[in-house]
């Protein structure tokens, strides 16, 4: 399991700007940055799972360290299957710390090679969520500068 080799785990329902300013600062720190798209079946999403990673390949296409995939299961399962070593996630504000505290100690436990990284983005998407963009497209609000074009695109088309 490699420190170089970095996962990026997340629902990513929407691709947000804010996902993108973390997988831009992992890509100058990692060889390798393996953004895995979570297949939850409990979630109710609004983008399909194909749909969340074809958005994803596109904006992250002018990073040729950027690889985009999908999981199920344990991530620790996963990572071991993918020879990584470090699990990267964003930190937006102390709520988020709590629940990462937890999840990042359990991903311990299970799997002690696995080490847990923690970046902050810029702080225009310190309050960015993908939530909040559904909500937004969904009651018509703009978007611009908290998702790419493409992405804006397809939650229009989505919810019209
Ligand atoms: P969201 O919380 O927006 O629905 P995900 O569940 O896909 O996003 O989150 C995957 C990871 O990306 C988590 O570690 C989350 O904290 C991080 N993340 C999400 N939005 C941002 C953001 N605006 N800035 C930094 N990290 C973020």
Do not use: C
């Not at 990584?84 to 436990?109: F, T």
């Not at 074009?149 to 989505?158: C, G, I, N, P, T």
């Amino acid at each position: 399991m490699k420190t170089s080799v970095a996962i990026y785990p997340g629902s990513f329902d929407p691709v947000t700007n804010g996902h993108l300013d973390l997988i831009e600062r992992g890509e100058k720190m990692f060889d390798l940055v393996i953004v895995a798209v979570l297949q939850n079946v409990d979630k109710q999403p609004l983008f399909t799972v194909p749909e969340r990673v074809e958005m994803l390949r596109e904006v992250t296409k002018q990073w040729p360290a950027v690889e985009v995939d999908v999981f199920k299961g344990l991530l620790v399962d996963y990572a071991r299957k993918r020879g990584a070593g470090v699990i990267l996630r964003g930190i937006r504000a102390v709520s988020d710390y709590e629940y990462e505290l937890q999840m990042a100690l359990m991903n311990r436990k299970l799997e002690p090679r696995l080490e847990t990284v923690f970046m902050l983005p810029g702080e225009p998407y310190s309050y960015l969520s993908a939530k909040l963009v559904r909500e937004i497209a969904q009651l018509g609000g703009p978007l611009t500068d908290l998702v790419p074009a493409v992405v804006e695109q397809k939650l229009r088309a989505k919810i019209a």
